[in-house]
């Protein structure tokens, strides 16, 4: 049963929540054991299930990454300096699903802070792709995406992306990831990596799942400064419009150098497959593509050593006795209970924003910045969607992960950075396999232009190419 055939059965009475659930928690803990895709879930209490009424989401499980806050349950953003942290309140998000009746089974694992590419660093073990157990899930929103791609019951994930940590695992997974435009959806509520970067999004087995939840959870929120004032739509009526004369932009720097020929191979079928239904592509460059690494992770890193500044042993994350001065308790606290990425890039951050060092990096980085956004504004002026290889390989085994300086895992992100410091929307979707694990076609439009990359993914969808 899918999640449209689901909520139409609850909402008519036809689902007994009681003993769905019943069956579904002892599948999750299996695939948690197999997998590792959870930090921590929760049985609900049978007068939980009898309150969920048959409206709006109608009892459907909800998976919410680490990172976001649910209230009561725990929160540590992948990382065991937080770890025990249960949240007294919900983020917006999370409200939201709530309101329309949907249940939160648990919270999905993640790199720590959403700090890198494989969901290797979460300080709660490493989730496995389903599609091959040596290989990873992608990160950060590993968990979310491996949970995805390997349950059998309706389901649907709340994710979060910073440089594309949606796209990425929805890519090596085989799963729908949608990235929203930066504000469209209230951060409130989320455990922060960088505040200029962050944005919630969805992951689904469909481009109507995640179109779905995206209705909900879109929409201004006044606890969030950075929230757009743009009233929520239902984005699944854009879906039946399909890709019919559209305008596709093919930008040549992302089948270059590092892209596996057998990828790109398969994204381009889905171009073809595109341009059958409809659609016209034509080649663009976008040549800042090759400044998008270094000017994501020196602006990255720098919002993350902010942030993380608070987890001092004093008022946030565990204690130690007091001893020493200030810094040196300071330094033992982190020390003992950050991981090694993380303190990677709080040192990378804390340089870049040094005094004699902020305008060399900082801030220039942020002038490369919106160099990049005026070029993706330039060549939306000539086409509804950019489409591209999500990522440049499929899923790499673990054994291959651990040969990668920090500087190759971080070249991986190449292809979805650029989006992503430019705030516009995009959305993975399954298009084949290469080397026998699936392949991700990724989409952008414009700001606010969520219905162009909704429209195109739900064309390609059909057309049966995933």
């Known amino acids: 049963m899918d999640v449209k055939k689901f909520i139409s059965a609850a909402k008519r009475g036809k689902i007994d929540l009681e003993r769905f659930y019943s069956h579904l928690f002892r599948e999750l803990e299996k695939l948690d054991k197999k997998f590792r895709v959870f930090t921590t879930f929760m049985k609900p209490e049978s007068a939980q299930l009898k309150s969920i009424k048959k409206t709006g989401l109608a009892g459907l499980p909800v998976s919410v990454k680490d990172c976001i806050c649910v209230k009561g349950m725990q929160s540590a953003a992948g990382s065991r300096i937080l770890e025990g942290y249960k949240p007294p309140f919900d983020a917006t998000t999370v409200s ?33 792709n389903p599609h091959n157990t040596s290989r990873c899930a992608g990160g950060s929103s590993g968990g979310a995406a491996a949970l995805t791609a390997a349950l059998d019951f309706p389901h649907i994930a709340l994710a979060e992306s910073t440089g594309g940590s949606i796209s990425c695992p929805a890519s090596f997974c085989g799963v729908v990831g949608l990235t929203p435009t930066y504000g469209m959806v209230s951060r409130y509520g989320l455990i922060d990596y960088a505040n200029s970067l962050d944005k919630i999004g969805a992951m689904g087995k469909s481009v109507e799942d995640a179109s779905l939840i995206l209705s909900i959870i879109a929409g201004h929120d006044p606890r969030d400064s950075t929230s757009i ?57 976008l040549p800042m593509t090759r400044h998008a690494v270094s000017t994501y992770y020196i602006i990255a890193c720098a919002e993350a050593s902010t942030n993380l500044a608070k987890f001092c042993g004093m008022r946030y994350g565990p204690t130690e006795p007091l001893q020493g001065s200030f810094s040196e308790y300071f330094s033992k606290v982190r020390t003992r209970y950050f991981g090694e990425e993380a303190k990677r890039r709080i040192l990378l951050g804390t340089y870049a924003r040094m005094a004699g060092y902020r305008d060399q990096y900082y801030l220039r980085a942020m002038k490369v910045r919106t160099l990049i956004i005026n070029e993706f504004r330039r060549a939306f002026e000539g086409f509804d969607v950019l489409v591209a290889p999500t990522m440049p390989v499929v899923a790499p085994r673990f054994s291959e992960i651990e040969k990668l300086s920090p500087e190759e895992a971080y070249m991986m992100d190449i292809l979805t950075v650029a989006p992503n410091l430019a705030g516009i929307p995009m959305v993975s979707v399954p298009c084949g396999t290469a080397h026998g694990m699936p392949v991700g076609l990724h989409i952008m439009a414009d700001h606010l232009q969520e219905c ?9 969808e059909k057309g049966g190419l995933g």
Do not use: C, H
């Not at 939201?96 to 494989?118: A, C, L, M, P």
């Not at 040549?252 to 398969?266: I, L, N, T």
């Not at 162009?452 to 390609?460: E, F």
């Open 96 to 128: 939201k699903i709530k309101e329309q009746n949907g249940f939160v089974i648990g919270k999905t694992n993640q790199d720590e802070f959403g700090f890198g590419t494989f969901s290797t660093n979460s300080g709660f073990g490493v989730p496995k």
């Open 229 to 285: 004032n743009r009233k929520s739509q239902n984005y699944k009526n854009y879906l039946k419009k399909g890709a019919e004369k559209m305008k596709i932009g093919v930008p040549k720097e992302y089948f270059g150098s590092g892209v596996d020929d057998v990828v790109a191979k398969q994204v381009w079928k889905g171009i073809k497959k595109l341009e059958s239904l409809g659609a016209s592509y034509k080649e663009v460059s």
């Open 452 to 460: 162009k990359i909704l429209r195109a993914a739900w064309a390609l």
